[in-house]
């Protein structure tokens, strides 16, 4: 009967732990400085632990007065910006928002963004719900690497 206890509130607890963690991890969500009035981009590595696909749907925050999904692709020669429904992140993968690809667009930000400030981005997804991130302000360096 004592092992049986033990058992179950090994279990119970095991459940508790796993029901507080949401199935998509955001790593390393970092923004480009901006000026106020001005645009800026946020980037980040989406990961996707469901076994099946998820979908980034909306993105918003206190920092700009419009927030979009936005993906950069080559068109003619020249890198053209367009809005996007939603970005997939596949099941049990991952998906990089970097620049020169997809990210969230800040338009018409309300305070300046300055290397090193900190500012929350709450994140909607398809099955996952809200997830909320502290993002970074940083500098890209050369190479595309941002420091």
Request: hydrophobic share 45%.
């Amino acid at each position: 009967m004592r092992s049986l206890m033990v058992f179950l509130a090994l279990v119970l607890a095991v459940a508790a732990a796993s029901a507080g963690q949401s199935p998509v991890e955001v790593k390393n969500p970092w923004a480009r400085p901006g000026t106020r009035g001005g645009n800026s981009a946020v980037y980040m590595e989406i990961h996707n632990a469901q076994p099946q696909a998820d979908h980034l749907v909306a993105a918003g925050t206190d920092v700009a007065q419009t927030v979009e999904l936005h993906e950069t692709r080559m068109e003619g020669g020249m890198h053209r910006m367009r809005q996007v429904p939603s970005i997939e992140v596949p099941a049990g993968g991952k998906v990089e928002l970097r620049p020169g690809g997809l990210h969230v667009m800040l338009i018409r930000l309300t305070t300046p963004l300055r290397v090193g400030d900190r500012f929350p981005l709450i994140l909607r997804f398809e099955r996952a719900g809200r997830i909320t991130v502290e993002v970074e302000v940083r500098e890209q360096a050369a190479g595309g690497e941002h420091r």
